[in-house]
Each structure stands twice: as C-alpha cells, then as structure tokens.
C-alpha cells in the first residue's frame, strides 16, 4: 500500500498483471486470497488509501478488474447488499466504523442486509414507523421490516429507523448498522405466489444497537439512505462472476458456495421478465404461429420488445457521447412491465390449457406456468409503475408534482393503522 | 332474470351466499387446495342434500329443484366470489347437463338421482392432446381420436382425455368419442377396468385436473346421443363459468376498494389518488358489463328450452352467441381484476400469504379452460352471423 | 282551468279525449293551439293550476300526453333549453317571472339557451368568471360563455355569473334571465372539426339584465342552476315529436320548421356514437368479415355494445322495481366512450383507405369519415370521461374525493390567466 | 445513425426545423389545406434548392446530396412535427426512390435530376380498387388490373389506381403495372393522352388523394423494373411514414403538454391531476418507443444497401421487418397521441378553431395509408420468420 503508484493506466494494469502473477493460487484458501487483496489495495483500488484502496479513479480500478478478470483470478467479494454497505459507510461512516467493517465486507467474511422497506411504507420509505429509542448508550429497536434480501444470512443490517417523531418524516430518521445476530432480531422467509421465497420480514423486539453504529448523525438518515439508493441503481453484474466459477481450483469451490447465496433469490427473475425469447419457439411447437390473431399478438410483442431495446441503446448512446440523459433513459422500467404483461399473455394463448401444468409432464419443466405466476412482480418490485409514471411525468415532463399530505410532525401523519401503533 | 332477479332468486343467492361465507372461507380454500382431492366431502353433502344446490336446476322428479339455468348461473357466481372447492362444476354443471341432454329416459332415472343428490360424483371427458378447445371441438363436425367400439355386452372405450377436471374425485365419467356413427357420449365407471386416471400439477390448485387414459373400459353409450349436443354442452358450461368468473371478480374488486382504502402511503390513502380511482372506476364498468352479459348468457339458456336440442323454437345461434360473448367477456375482466388486485396491494399482493394469487390462479385457468377469449369471440361471432343469414333467408 | 278535476286517470284521458275532439284542428295556427292549450290547463297538466296546468302528477301527465299522441294532436312545445327553463322557473321563479315566460314557453313563441359553461370553466362549471355588476337597477354584465346550443334563435339566455369574488366559488354566483337581443351580446357560431356547427359562443359587452330578472337571490345561483342540470339530464325523446311531422294538416308545417331548429345540432349524433349498426354491413361489402383479425375486433365491439345494452337494461329494470340503483346505472357514459371509441377503429379497418373520403363518390355519403372526425366528441360532451370516472369512483365506489384547491375567496383561487383578467 | 444521430445530421435537422417552423406554421397549413393544389410552390422550390431537401438522399451526379435514408427520415419527422404540406413524401420519398431502383442509368440521368432539384413532382401509383394495400402487394406475387401493352413507341397505359398521393401536383406518374412479363414500373407525363386525373375529397386535406385513370397513354418502362423492387418500395416508403408520424405525434404530445399546464380547473392545473399525468407518462414512453424503431428502420434501410436490390449482402427481410416495425408501432402512437390530445384539451380540442385536428385528420390518413397496423404487424412477422427460416437453414 505504501508502493508507489505508476502514472498511466496502462504502467498500472500491468503492475497489476506482475503483482498477479507472483500472489496468484487457485488453491488458495478464498479468505486469506481476498485479505490479501484487501491489504495490497489492488481489490478495491478506487477505495482510499487509508482504507484498503489505492486513492486511483474509477476508471483506472474497472481496468484493474479486468486484469482480474483476464487473468482468471478472484476479486474482492461484491454481491449483495456488502458493497452498498461500503458505499454508505465510506461516504458516511466515521474512522471507527470504515476500519471495523470495510475489509470483512472485502473478504466476504460477513454478509449485510438492507433494512429499509416495512410492511407500511412501500413506495412511501421515508414513512418508515420502526423506533429507535435512545437508552444510556444504546439505541433499543421495535418494529418490522420487509423485503429483506438475504437477512436470513446477513451478519449485519443497514437500518432506517425513527428516532424523532416530532420532526417532518425524512427528518426524524437516522441510520444504523445492526448486528442480526441478536435475541431482539427474528427473520422470517417470505413466500411468494410463485412459490419461491426471495426476501424475507425482520421483526425487532428490543433489539439493540451501541450508539457508536449510529451512521452520520440522528435525523440525517435519510441523507444516508439516499446513499445506499443511489448505489442500489448501479446493478451489479453477476454474469462475470458466474462464469468465473467454472474453472477449477479450491478457491473457486469456495467462490461458487458464496454466489449460490446470492444468486438464490433471483433464479425465477427471467421468468418475471416474460421470457420473450421463447415465444417464437413455443408459437412453433405448438403451431401457434400459423394463427393468424395469435400472430398479431405475437408481432405487438415483438414490436415491443424490439423497440425497448433500441430505446435502451439509444439513452446508453447518449450517455456515452456525453449527452443530456433524454427521455429514452427513464422509460426502461415501465417498458419491462409491458413487455411482462404481453408476454404473459402471449404464452397463455400460444400454450392453452398447457400453460397451466407444472408437474414433471409439463411443457419445458413449468416454465410457461412459471413466467404466468412471476410477472405480476415486475410492475410492483424496485418501485411500482405508478412511482415510475410519477417520477416519469414530474421529473421528465417537467408535470407539477403531487399535492403532499405528509408534512409537518410525523406523529400527525395519517398513516396504517397496523404501522400506528409504534407511535405512542 | 329479464335483466333483473326475482325475489326468490334473490333470496335464494343469499342462502347459497351465506352458506359459502361459513364454509368456503380462504382458510378453508388453502386447506383443501393443498390436499389431492381438493374438497370437503361434508360441505359438499351438506350443498348437495340440505340446500339442493347441485340439483338446483334438474327436474322435481329426479330430485331436483325444478329450476333452470339462471339459478345454476347464481351458485357459480357465488362460488366464484368465494372460489369454492369442490366439483360443483364438473359434476353438476357438466356432467348432469350431458346425461340430461344425451341420455335417455331410463338412463335419466338411473344415473342422474345420484348425481343430483350429491351421492356419486360424475365429470365430462372432451378434449384430447393440448387441451384445446378449438373450432373443431366447438363444431359438429369434430373427430376425436377416443373409440368406443360396440360389442356385444355394449362398447369398449379407447383413448386418452387430456385436463378432464375433478375426474380424480369422479366416480362416473361421461366421455366424448367417435363410434360407428359419428361421436357420442359414454359413461364409464370410473372404477372400471383399463380406466387410468393421472392427476396434473396445475398452477390452480384449486380445480383439480387430471389425464384420463381408457384401455378396453366398459362404457355405456348415452341413448340420445348426437354430435350437435357437445356445442349445447360447451354453450352451458361457458355460461356457468361466466358467472363464476364475474363472481371472482367481484372479489377482486372488492378486496382492491377495502384495501386501497386502508392502506395508507405519503399520508393518505392509496385510494385517492387518481391514477388508483379511475383504475377502479373503469374496473367496475368493464365487471358490470360482463355481470350483464353472463347473466344475459344465462337468461338466454333459459328461454331457449335448452333441455331439448329437438325444440325447433329453440334459437341454439343466440344460445352460443351469448354464452361465448360472456365467456370472453368475463374471461378477461376476471384476469384484469386480478392483475389490477395483485398490483394495488404492492409487494404485498405477491406474497402467499395474501389472498390474491388464490383467485389470480383461478382467473388465469379459467381463462383457458373452455377456450382462449379470442376463441370465443370468433365462435361468438359465427353464431352471430348465422343469425343474420337466418334473418336474411326468412326475410 | 276552473273545472272539476275527475278522479282517476282513466277518467283524466277520457275527458281529455273528448276535450281534444271538440278543440283539435289540424289546419289550426300553431300559436293560437297552443295558447288555448296552455289556458286549459292540458299542455303542462303536472304544473300548477296558477301557471298553466293542473297540479296533476307526472304521471297522470304522461297518460294525457300519450292520449295526445294517439289522437295525432300537437301538444306545446317542448324541445331546446324551453323546459330547462320551465322547471327551474316553477322552482326558483317569484310569481311576475312565472306570470312572465311560462305561457310562451309553452307555445314555442319564445326560444331559449343556456349561457353556464365558459372558456375557462367546463368541467368546473361553479368556476364561471362572467361577472354581473350591480349598477343601479341593472347588473352589467361582461365575459364569455360557450357551448351555448342554439344560442343563435334565442330570445332569453339563462345565465350564471359572479356577483361576489370575495365568496367563496360556489357562493359568488348568481343566476339570471337574460334579454338575447340586446346591443351587448354578441353569439357566434363554433365550427367543430366535424365541420357542423351545433354550439355558439356567447360575448357579453356591457350587456344589461334588469334587477327584477334575478332568479332566487343574489349568491344563490349555483342552486338554482343545479335544478337546470337535473332536468338536462331527463335528456328528451325527440323520436315521437319527429314522427308526428309526417303527419297532413297546416299545423304540422309549422311544427316541422320549429323541430328543424331543435334537430339541427343533433344531425351528426348517431355519428358520434360509433354507428355500431353500420358495422356488419359494411364488413360484408367489404369482405372484412372473412378476415381473422378483423373478425376479432368486430367481436370485441359486438360484446361490448350488447352487454352495454344489457347493462342498461338492468338498471331500468331495477329502476322500474322501486330498488336502489346499482352501480350499473351510472356507466352509460364511460360505456358510450368505449363503443364509440372502439367502432371508430373498427369501422377505419373495415373501410381502409374508404374510410377517408367525404366526397359524392365516398362509401354510404363520406358516413365512415363523419364517422371518425366526430367520435373524438363522446368523451367529452356532457362531462369528460375524467370527470365521469372521478363521480364513478367517489359517488358509486365510495373513494375519496379529491383534494380541494379551490376554497376560500374566489378572487384567490387560480384560474386560467385568459378568465383572470375579468376579476380585476 | 447506430442509436445516436451524429452532429451533421442535428445540424441538418436543426436547419429543417428552423425552415418549416418559419414556412409551415398552422396558419400556413390552413391557408393551403384549403386551396385544391394543397403546397406553396415557392416553399417548395426554397426547400428543394435551398435545402436540398428534395436530393438529401439521392447520389451527387444527379444533384443530390449524396446522404442517405437516415438524412430523408429526418426531413420526414420534421415535416410530420409541422404537418408540412407539400408532395415531398410523393415525390422525393416515392418516386424518387422509384427511379432510383427501377430504372437504368440513362433513365436515372433523363428523369431524376428535376425531381432533385424540384422543378418537377412526381408520384407514385400503386393501388387500385379500395386503395388497400394487402399482402398481394406487398409480395413480390401481386397482380394487377392495370396494364401496360408493348407498342413500337413503347408501352400504352391502361387502368385506375385509386388513392394516389400528389397526383394533382405531379408532372410524372411512376406507375405500377402489368406487362408482358411479370408487373413493372412505368413513367407517365401526367399531361399525356388518356390520363385522367380526379381530386377526391378526404378527410385529411393536408394530404391530397386523387384516383387517376389511364386510356391507352403512352408510357415508358422502368427498364431494371423487377416486382421484388414493389416491396423494397413500401419498405422505404414506410420508413418515411413511420418518421412522419412520430414526428406528428411528438408535437401532440408537446401540445398537450403545454395545454394542461396552462388549463385550471377546481384551482389547480390540470396537468397536476394524476389521471392526466400517468397518461402523458405512458404516451411519451409509446412515443420514444415508435421513434426508436422509426430511427431503427431508416439505419436498417441505411445498412443494407438499399438502392440495389442485386445485392446479395443486404437483408431484405431485416429492411422489411424493421420497416412495417415501425409503420405499425408509428401508426398506433400517432392516433393514441391525436385522441389524447383532443381529450386532454377538452371541448376546445373538438373545435375547428384549435389546431389538433389537423393532425388528427393527418394520423388518421397515415393509419391506413400504405396499409393498417394489423396488415404491418403481420407483414412484420413474415419477414421476421423468414429470417429465422433463413439461420436456421444457415446453420
């Protein structure tokens, strides 16, 4: 860490390539290899000095990550909710916190989970009702919160909870990190109509949590989540990782056990998305494509389809020519849930009463029955359409913005009445 | 009805109501829908003996109550709204009509008593490979690959039958196949020799379905027998289902106005906002208009001496124009409530736990089941047009 | 007028029946039948004995004009805003305005318009910013109205304007008869895209309403307009006077030139609606109906014109049994839209490049372009399918109502910037 | 343009938008929808030679501008953006590209550079009967009523063709016809022998329609004609279209955009009720959809060496796919835009005074032109099939 640094890019990647070369082994345990990476600073190298990085720009470190990925080695541990946890603290946390938690979420030592989403406040999260009350130098923690990705292996939660209820409603918040591994802390899976169970509900019952893992400062955790949002936008691209799996060595055993983890809750999000990539195929088999109504509903997918990805690569275009973001970069989201809903019923028509099975005599082992269950979740998950026409008509139209009911001390907002209760 | 209900028959939707209220809560679905035979058999006796409702529109002198297709229209609304389980549908709907249309007196006497009383339970055996309920099989001139073959001690049936509902809790099974002439109806015990009944995982737990194979069964052939009386059946069943639909979606409805009511986001309540209102507001119209027309499809049975397919003042185009109007039309309300249900409840209504999917699941089957909405609007309208041609010939 | 009142009905129309054939005379002045209808008391026998009628039932009233219709005798004049203005004068009129205008209501010599809607205030009717000033024994009064049907025959307007912009909305106006022709209001005709011309605009310069004119009392005027809409929406079967025109006799001629008149604006009506009845014509002439997926939306548009007939049918049936009305009465409307909507495209696919033409050689007199350029109209006129879904959800469903921006002092609420000018 | 337009080409857009904002306001629309020739012949000459709009996309040694399909879209949205008036689409869309492909060099040279340069207009005459553009013609088997006799002096034209755009206003008809072999293209002086040329009124009087009859005329062959160039054709004409229209219904959107901003109603806009705002949201995201595959078609056409049929590199199915793509996707968003627009604007939006129904009247017109959404969407899926056909075959 204390080397010192080459000017250019390409004088860094291939110090990279050399320092790879001497440290590398497949067989290496994965932890100690990821140690080693994170006291090297090359894991996470547009991290700062002081905190297992190397001060280099963000551009500099994804070249860095493709030596990596060249050179067929394991990088520092990125799925999940860990490197949003980093994000936050490196952007919030104080000395303490960045030196205690920054190079196990590194290794992969501990997991994290979100804590932000409760059962009364969906689309409305800064209306979140769970209360952190302040006691000697703990902050004790009732209520619930839903949509946990991952809580059932999180070590650690970042949390949103209200510390004041006499402020506005983004004001009376503040941000925790809390250890799950508590009595206070119960974590129940959540099914699903499609019968997978991809989040689950955290219940605290007098958790508690030591002053000093009170992020920034009370009243200012919406500031901070506001952080962890906007790095949860960035979707991490698990198809690299995935690949990386199949080579062999220890450590690569070691790697595919972490990524099933992480992988577990989104195995049914192709069928979510529609699967219009087996249409034409299904139309096919089951002679569909030679009806000539089913065939229009077939083309408007298509047409779809098509005309969302154009509409995609124009806004990714656009951005790379260093253009202002136009309409095109906001409509993606409300796109995908057309795309869904046509598709759903597009496989309907096409399969008919097989559309229905799910047993092992199915069509393509349930998937169609699959894709019929798991759409619904697309307009509704990451922000339901409606938020998304909101954020659509107010922020790309320029349309005034709704009416608010919601200010003034958070104890005289109407609110659930299930959510009420904490209040008191 | 004429476009509205008779006190009677209003008084009697409510004691089927109230009866399915106590006895067809969601508990009680999840419980059953779970279970392979996917109903309570003590419930069912109790619909069938004490309140009559499987023989509700059978003849007095075979048990029934004398009623018609209006008041069987209404317990399948009813059990719509509470998406009750049992084979009400397959039994009393399907198969008793088909007896009641294709058999003969004495078959009449001898089979359908304990089909109305509850006692046996019975189902219809039609469609073959996909499932598909296409023009062919809504047509007279449809050919089934299931033989009966006549012999001496009456025929042996060969042949599959694909997504035959409730024909695993079935004891008799009325099957569609080709004979010497052209198809006809058979009974068949379900206990009968080469009868292999397999059950289908469906995403609808709720309404059982299974693959029927027949190798060599003996089977009975219906007396009356003819061809144009599957196109009589589906127009029966498609009513039936009609109603059913538009009463899940009521549900639907119902359970999107409660909750978007209750639920409160940016402090005030879902419903008021506009997006959410008028969502509602077109919902319900496109409901009420399917409520028309399945009871209209209903009504129409009824005054078209549907019992005889001989009755020359019978207008059999209007009967399946409107019954296939009504099953489009409630097909895709009954979809479109439960997509907007799922949707107003928000992650919540993804979830098992809330009761959503359960009629989601009901309103996806029912929508292939009996054919795609776009079939029926196609068979709707060839009804159509041959009305317009009778017109125009007697004109 | 003074004498006996028979006891039942049957007796009613007998004695009617045998009053009609001592005074019917077919080759009568339309005026002079009318007047002594009027004196006798048969012409309006639900009003009051003190103005023109009997003080008979509404009943009673339609069995005496069902008598008058199988005689073939003409009875008073009823088309146009004439009984808008009968009702709400019997209701809100003082006995020198009943005295007034109800007998030449009654025999046509007096033709009438209502003057409520506004540039600026269509769906938000109460927010009228034509203002009445008191000046002496006359307001004076400036502003615009529009959507004013046949304006251009009237001799008396009925008019909202405000007369207090420190109330609030509702409160601040008050409801006038109106002099048409007069120095200070100018009517112009509105063009529609349809080419026909069934509004006018009204332009009031310093226009002047004698004091007594008032109708109830100043501030009261959005009340007294109420009872106007009500009797508008009783909307009037214009078939069985159409059908009378046909018939011989001097009296008739006079008839006919008199329903011209209240028939012009209407002629492009069954046009608007969507000609669902054109439909299957046209696709046999066109071969449409052999194609699969013209079929379908031919489908689509059967069903819903037919279950809306149903629908309606259903709510006249519950209305005839005495039981409240269900949601299914109030549905006519967004339904019409639907239908409308729907055989616009059907009819365009049906018609293809035909559909365009308006010319002598275009299909059935250009019927499928009127068709199309008319249709845009349904779901707007008579209340916008907004403001009908807004009164489905709120007054059926029971939703919340919207949020109020509108309270307190007129002169603070925001309006259009054109009506602002008028509140100086 | 690879999903971004370059900066001459923005350039060249800007300088087009700047032209037909000052040339082609509404009251210039007004003024020549009235009038029987429908354009401003001096606005057209400045846009031709001054602009070059007329050759943006037609080779240099004729008097082009050398660019290509990408460049002529953008002179198509534009021109859709202010319902321009004037036979560009006719004559520099149609018969230009007409001239281009079906004719040989020395036809090319003797005809196309007055179309480039504007001195000339010409059209392009396909349909006949109802005008419909069917899968008939839209495949290479079409046959058509109209014929073309070979004589010493070359051919006599004989037949109707029904709906042809800027009939009124061409010097040059380029018609299609039958001959001796298969059908061509054929050039006709619209001032020769026998052409009879009828205005008919439509509803669109933005764009002008006329039948047009030939009795024995005097026609001259497109001596490369080969059917196949009929498709590529409505390929290319469709492209156009397709751009035309987005670009229309962007200014409706804009339109209503501004309208219910400035339109109070209960005290507020009524841009700031939900139900108005989630219905403009959903209308900017169909419309950035159809001008994606609108940009995706003209790049597609751009790529595929579209002047030469020979050429074995090009996918014409591709060009064919993307082309009715965006025909049908363009069509769809054009009305939902003019509707809403209306809507959104309330009573006033029915007026004749208020601009909407100009484009209205203009998207209606494009609907059916050059064939229905529905006729797209599956002309779409056979040419997207045949691809499929065509790797695996490959493969």
């Known amino acids: 860490m204390q080397s010192q640094q080459p000017q250019s890019t390409q004088e860094i990647t291939q110090h990279v390539h050399q320092w790879l070369s001497e440290n590398w082994d497949a067989e290496a345990d994965l932890v100690q290899w990821r140690t080693l990476l994170a006291e090297s600073g090359w894991g996470a190298a547009h991290w700062p000095e002081d905190y297992f990085g190397r ?46 938690y920054l190079r196990r979420i590194l290794t992969g030592e501990d997991h994290w989970c979100q804590l932000f989403s409760e059962p009364g406040s969906g689309s409305d999260l800064a209306g979140a009702t769970t209360r952190a009350d302040l006691d000697g130098d703990e902050y004790i923690i009732n209520g619930q919160k839903v949509w946990n990705t991952s809580a059932h292996h999180a070590h650690y939660g970042l949390l949103i909870a209200r510390t004041d209820w006499d402020e506005a409603k983004h004001k009376g918040l503040s941000y925790f990190i809390l250890d799950m591994h508590q009595p206070g802390v119960e974590v129940r899976q959540l099914s699903q109509m499609n019968g997978h169970a991809s989040f689950n509900e955290v219940f605290f019952t007098d958790a508690r949590i030591p002053r000093e893992n009170l992020i920034s400062t009370a009243g200012n955790g919406w500031q901070v989540a506001m952080t962890t949002l906007a790095h949860e936008r960035r979707s991490f691209d698990r198809s690299r990782e995935n690949k990386r799996v199949k080579q062999k060595g220890r450590i690569f055993v ?23 990539d087996l249409v034409m195929q299904r139309a096919e088999e089951t002679g569909a494509i030679n009806d000539p109504v089913q065939r229009q509903e077939i083309a408007r997918l298509h047409i779809l389809s098509e005309s969302a990805k154009w509409t995609a690569q124009r806004a990714k275009a656009a951005q790379k020519a260093g253009k202002p973001q136009g309409p095109e970069g906001s409509l993606g989201k409300l796109a995908a849930s057309e795309i869904a809903r046509l598709a759903a019923r597009v496989h309907t028509n096409i399969s008919a009463n097989d559309a229905l099975l799910t047993g092992p005599t199915s069509v393509h082992d349930g998937v169609v029955a699959e894709i019929l269950v798991s759409v619904p979740a697309v307009s509704i998950a990451g922000g339901t359409d409606e938020i998304q026409r909101n954020i659509v008509a107010e922020r790309v139209l320029g349309l005034p913005k709704e009416p608010r009911f919601d200010e003034g001390p958070f104890r005289n907002v109407q609110r659930n009445s299930a959510a009420k209760d904490t209040s008191k | 009805m004429a ?234 069943a498609s009513t039936a289902l009609a109603n059913e639909m538009v009463g899940g979606a009521q549900t ?68 399946t124009e409107h019954a296939s109007l009504a099953k489009a039309a409630a097909s895709e309300v009954y979809l479109h409530a439960a997509l907007e249900c799922i949707q107003m409840h928000g992650g919540i209504g993804f979830t098992w736990e809330n009761d959503t999917h359960l009629w989601f699941k009901r309103a996806k089957s029912s929508e292939v089941f009996l054919g795609s909405p776009a079939e029926h609007r196609e068979r709707m309208l060839t009804a159509l047009c041959a009305q317009s041609t009778d017109l125009r010939n007697s004109a």
Request: glycine share 6%.
């Open chain 2, 252 to 319: 639907l409805l119902d359970s999107a106005l409660s909750y978007t009511q209750l639920r409160f986001q940016f402090g005030r309540s879902i419903a008021s906002f506009q997006a959410i209102k008028h969502r509602l507001a077109d919902l319900l119209l496109e409901l009420e208009l399917a409520k028309s027309a399945a009871y209209q499809a209903a009504q129409t049975l009824a005054d078209n001496a549907l019992w005889s397919t001989n009755d020359q003042t019978a207008d059999i185009d209007k009967v």
């Open chain 1, 254 to 276: 070691e790697l595919k056990k972490e990524l099933d983890i992480s992988n577990e809750p989104y195995t049914w999000y192709p069928q979510r998305a529609g699967r219009v």
């Open chain 2, 3 to 236: 476009f509205i209900f008779t006190e009677d028959q209003e008084q009697f939707r409510d004691s089927v109501s109230r009866f399915l209220k106590d006895k067809s809560s969601t508990v009680d679905v999840r419980r059953l829908m779970a279970t392979a035979q996917g109903f309570d058999s003590m419930v069912w006796q109790q619909l069938s003996q004490q309140l009559g409702m499987t023989g509700v529109h059978m003849p007095e002198e075979l048990g029934g109550a004398g009623f018609g297709p209006v008041e069987m229209a209404i317990v399948c609304e009813e059990m719509g709204k509470s998406l009750y389980c049992g084979p009400y549908f397959a039994s009393a709907v399907c198969a008793a009509n088909a007896l009641r249309i294709a058999g003969d007196e004495l078959q009449q006497e001898t089979l359908l008593p304990e089909i109305i009383s509850g006692e046996k339970i019975a189902c219809l055996a039609v469609t073959e490979d996909r499932g598909i309920w296409t023009d062919e099989v809504f047509s007279t001139a449809a050919t089934f690959s299931s033989t009966a073959t006549r012999t001496d001690n009456g025929h042996l049936l060969n042949g599959r039958k694909r997504f035959v509902v409730d024909a695993c809790n079935a004891d008799t099974l009325i099957v569609v196949a080709n004979d010497d002439q052209d198809f006809g109806f058979f009974v068949v015990d379900a206990a009968a020799q080469g009868v292999s009944i397999t059950a289908l995982d469906s995403m609808d737990p709720t309404r059982k379905l299974a693959d029927v194979e027949f190798t060599d069964s003996p089977a009975q052939r219906l007396n009356n027998s003819k061809p144009e009386q599957l196109r009589l059946l589906v127009d029966i």
């Open chain 1, 55 to 100: 001060g280099l720009s963000v551009e500099v470190s994804a070249a860095i990550e493709d030596v990596f990925a060249d050179f067929g080695a394991v990088g520092t541990a990125q799925t999940g909710v860990r490197m949003l946890a980093a994000a936050t603290l490196l952007e919030h946390g104080n000395h303490e916190q960045k030196r205690q």
